[in-house]
Nanobody, 130 residues
Framework: QVQLVESGGGLVQPGGSLRLSCAASGFTSDHYVIGWFRQAPGKEREGVSCVSNYDGSTYYVDSVKGRFTISRDNAKNTVYLQMNSLKPEDTAVYYC???????????????????????WGQGTQVTVSS
């Protein structure tokens, strides 16, 4: 059974940093795409970034480019989201999810279509406030 467990959320001041982790288990294939999404109160869930476990290619939405970095540790089956220069508008519950096409290219259409993502974690709260 596929499981995704997020951790690393918390309360941070504007300009601060957090690193989120997404630990994955139960996959029958080593190749898939993992994405990070977020949902702020009263807003729709939106994609933030994704990485291919196949070739390491990445994609970021414009609002986080230059501030967030997605990375993976295949030995630990874990994907990280390093978030720097955090802003109050980054406040949200952050989720990780997987897309099972091993050769899918991380890009905006993939990140935008939530129905393409097969498994989701339970989420971790990130609050940016002074």
């Amino acid at each position: 059974q596929v499981q995704l467990v997020e951790s690393g959320g918390g309360l941070v001041q504007p300009g601060g940093s957090l690193r989120l982790s997404c630990a994955a288990s139960g996959f029958t294939s080593d190749h898939y795409v993992i994405g990070w999404f977020r949902q702020a109160p009263g807003k729709e869930r939106e994609g933030v970034s994704c990485v291919s476990n196949y070739d390491g290619s990445t994609y970021y939405v414009d609002s986080v480019k230059g501030r967030f970095t997605i990375s993976r540790d295949n030995a630990k089956n874990t994907v990280y989201l390093q978030m720097n220069s955090l802003k109050p508008e980054d406040t949200a519950v952050y989720y990780c999810a997987t897309h099972s096409d091993p050769f899918a290219r991380p890009d905006e259409p993939l990140l935008r279509l939530l129905r393409l993502w097969d498994y989701w974690g339970q989420g971790t709260q990130v609050t940016v406030s002074s």
